[in-house]
């Protein structure tokens, strides 16, 4: 895998807001990488979105199942731990690899109304939890 980092750092991204060219590097990160990033010159709140995020999101979560079936996981407990370990690194990655067909764009950020897939999935699993025992019991 090459390094996401330095995927990214070779796109040129523009400033929904200001419209300035922005190198990918100089974004602020305040609050770590969930918590968004601002444009350095008019500190407006800007996401990079993915081109193919959706296509990525579908195609990463196929590739996780396939290697969890590779390595004969029969748990079912871990077979959907490791199928989500694994999903969260190959669909960034994979969004990186989608930059070389289609650029990402910088979008304004916007205070969700709905979830993100990953924290709607991370919210789900905390949910789920403790059925993953009462699972084994189903007929
Ligand atoms: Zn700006």
């Known amino acids: 895998m090459p390094p996401v980092s330095?995927?990214?750092?070779?796109?040129?991204?523009?400033?929904?807001?200001?419209?300035?060219p922005l190198d990918p590097v100089d974004l602020l990160r305040p609050a770590g990488l969930g918590g968004g990033t601002l444009c350095p010159k008019c500190l407006d709140r800007v996401v990079v979105s993915f081109p193919y995020s959706k296509i990525v999101v579908v195609i990463s979560l196929v590739l996780a199942i396939g290697a969890m079936l590779v390595m004969r996981v029969r748990?079912?407990?871990?077979?959907?731990?490791?199928?989500?370990?694994?999903?969260?690194?190959?669909?960034?990655?994979?969004?990186?690899?989608?930059?070389?067909?289609?650029?990402?764009?910088?979008?304004?950020w916007e205070p969700r109304k709905r979830k993100t897939f990953f924290e709607w999935l991370h919210e789900r699993d905390q949910i789920r939890a403790p059925e993953i025992g009462d699972a084994k019991?189903?007929?």
């Open 6 to 20: 330095e995927e990214i750092r070779k796109k040129r991204f523009n400033c929904p807001t200001c419209g300035e």
């Open 75 to 108: 748990s079912v407990p871990w077979f959907l731990v490791g199928t989500v370990v694994l999903w969260v690194p190959i669909s960034l990655w994979l969004n990186v690899y989608s930059t070389r067909f289609k650029n990402p764009v910088l979008k304004k």
């Open 137 to 139: 019991k189903e007929p």
